[in-house]
């Protein structure tokens, strides 16, 4: 599995979520964005495994963050038309944001990795943010990140399996958090009654994780066409699909 293919499976299942998010209801809606499940995981972990290999070069590491800054601006409106029909919704921003605090977070925690304090405080700036501007993910979105990354320097060398029982192990710990901040941080029973509910939500983290575990660490086929791709078919499709369902 190469950064290629995981790519490729990124577009596909976003696009598949977003398609049943807003033209689809009942079971389809449900199958269909039970399979887009696995877009974030994918796109929070190529953050974190581009993170781990231009770290040191301070020139790719600023054009990288740059990019996904100018891709967080343009991705707002497209959003909010697919989302709400309207060009500008302010209670809730783009997962592109999630992904921007997130790639910051690993800066920071790389730059101040001596002072751990000041990597906290961060995170819980962070983390306040993400309460207030509402991004898909939410505070729970950085903190995967932020996992991967730790992954992906530790785990490098185990094997497939064992790779594949961290991912589950971190999938099983993760869901309820992101229970708890979606739905706006409930008591403890009103968490376990919805965690319970949405135990079909795990099932999509069973082959995530398969695709994350056997990644071999590759780029895999490479193209500079497929890169721009990559990096706009989040804004580009939510326009499209947008628009059609304007028309419609």
Not at 214 to 222: H, R
């Amino acid at each position: 599995m190469s950064i290629f293919i995981l790519k490729i499976i990124a577009m596909v299942t976003m696009l598949c979520d977003h398609v049943a998010s807003t033209f689809f209801k009942g079971n389809v809606n449900a199958v269909m964005r039970s399979i887009g499940r696995t877009a974030f995981p994918i796109y929070a972990f190529l953050i974190a495994e581009g993170f781990y290999h231009i770290k040191d070069k301070p020139e790719k590491l600023s054009k990288h963050f740059t990019r996904l800054f100018i891709l967080t601006l343009v991705s707002e409106i497209p959003y909010d038309l697919m989302e709400t029909g309207k060009l500008v919704f302010w209670p809730s921003q783009s997962v592109m944001l999630t992904l921007l605090v997130g790639m910051a977070g690993l800066m920071i925690a790389d730059r101040f990795k001596d002072s751990p304090l000041f990597v906290v405080f961060f995170y819980a700036i962070g983390a306040v943010a993400t309460y207030f501007t509402a991004p898909n993910y939410k505070l729970t979105g950085i903190f995967m990140i932020l996992f991967y990354y730790f992954f992906t320097v530790k785990c490098r060398d185990y094997s497939v399996l064992k790779r594949y029982l961290v991912l589950l192990a971190f999938s099983i710990i993760y869901l309820p958090l992101y229970n708890w901040a979606r739905f706006g941080f409930p008591n403890i029973h009103d968490l376990f009654v919805r965690s319970l509910n949405g135990w079909h939500w795990l099932i999509p983290y069973i082959w995530i994780n398969l695709f994350l575990a056997v990644y071999n660490g590759k780029n895999g086929y490479k193209n500079r066409m497929l890169n721009i791709c990559y990096a706009w078919f989040y804004p580009v499709h939510m326009l499209i699909i947008g628009i059609i369902a304007l028309l419609l």
